[in-house]
Every structure is written in C-alpha cells, then in structure tokens.
C-alpha cells in the first residue's frame, strides 16, 4: 500500500477479510471508522456493560506507558496508552516506542483530546494471516491476543515497511499516528462506549492476561 493511500479512509481488502475472521464481525469493515467502531462494539458486549478505564490492560513493563498526575501506568497495547489520555478530562501524556528504531514517541492529550503528535508517525492494526474464526466468545483477552501484538506505532512510514518486510505472517495496515488519534478519540466521544462512572475516571488500569 502506498504512502497517499494511508491517509484514505478505506482499510486494505485483505486487512478487511481476517478482521472480519477474527472477531467474527458480521460484515468486513471496510473504512477505519467502521473497524474502530467495531472493536469498540465488540469489546463493550462481551463485558456486557460499558468499558471503563479498569479495563484497560496493564502490565508491569511495557514499551507503551502514559503519565497523569505524575503516575505512569504501562499498558499492554499502544492503544491502550492513547486510549487512556482519550478518556480522561485531564492532562495525560502517552509514550510508545518504534519497534524498529526505538524511537521514543510522545503524545500530549488535554481535556479536549490530542494536543500534539510526532509529524510523520503512523499506526498499525493487523492479525495473523493464519488467523481462524474464535473458537467460543469473543472475549476481552481474545481481543488482545489477536490484535496488540500487531498494533504498533512508527516514527515513519518507512518503519513500518521496513517491519512489514520483517513479518510476512501479518496482514496489517496503516494510518498517520495524529489521524488515527484524532478518528479514535472522536469515536470515543460519539460512540461512548466506555462507562461513564465516577469511579472509573482515574489513571487506574486493569491487570489482565492478554
């Protein structure tokens, strides 16, 4: 996929095909808005209720990690780092590592969303291409499995050829970091899937087994 097709909308077909397989969504999502909506439905009802900041996944350590009140949570997925400073009415900032320069990535959330992004970063989503049907529920921990591993943050596009070319058994695809950002937190605020609980808006997370 070229460099001018990752600021389109529209999600690679093969990319389309093993979500689709993966999540057992009824119908290929076939633009990011229509994926993130999606993952955001599916993880809400197998919860059976709305998503809250708990459900977040930590981790002891993690090349993903967020900062809020001067306490730092390291999460399982990149997602969830950003996700965080989505959620919360205050200021948080979330830092990812490239996994292939090792370049630190920065960005600065506030009360109204994302205040600042690395110019030229991009984000990932992809699943195995092995990747089968669940065999029973799609649960939160299934969801993890088959998607975090596979979403990463770039601090270029070339990165993430570069890791493409080093990971042929992922269909994947991509899309600027400040894009993506900005579509997901939009989709938080429209779609309100998260709980709304007092409780819950803290910078606490959830240990899981992801």
Wanted: hydrophobic share 35%; net charge negative.
């Amino acid at each position: 996929m070229s460099e001018t097709d990752t600021q389109s909308h529209r999600i690679d077909e093969e990319l389309q095909t093993h979500v689709a397989r993966a999540f057992e969504f009824d119908d290929p999502p076939e633009t990011f808005e229509a994926f993130w909506q999606q993952m955001m439905r599916t993880f809400a009802d197998a919860l059976d209720r709305g998503v809250t900041v708990e459900d977040l996944c930590t981790t002891d350590e993690s090349p993903h990690w967020a900062t809020v009140n001067g306490e730092t949570r390291y999460y399982q997925c990149v997602t969830d780092a950003f996700l965080l400073g989505m959620y919360l009415d205050e200021d948080v900032t979330a830092r990812t590592v490239s996994p292939v320069s090792e370049t630190e990535l920065v960005v600065e959330f506030d009360a109204d969303g994302v205040v600042s992004a690395p110019d030229g970063a991009v984000l990932s989503f992809g699943v195995e291409r092995s990747v089968d049907p669940p065999d029973g529920p799609v649960t939160p921990e299934a969801m993890y499995g088959r998607f975090c591993p596979y979403s990463k943050a770039f601090a270029s596009y070339e990165e993430y050829e570069q890791w493409v070319a080093a990971n042929p058994e992922v269909v994947s695809d991509v899309q600027p970091l400040d894009e993506s950002l900005n579509l997901q937190a939009r989709l938080v605020r429209d779609v309100e899937p998260f709980g709304d609980s007092t409780e819950s808006r803290n910078a606490s997370g959830g240990d899981c087994s992801c």
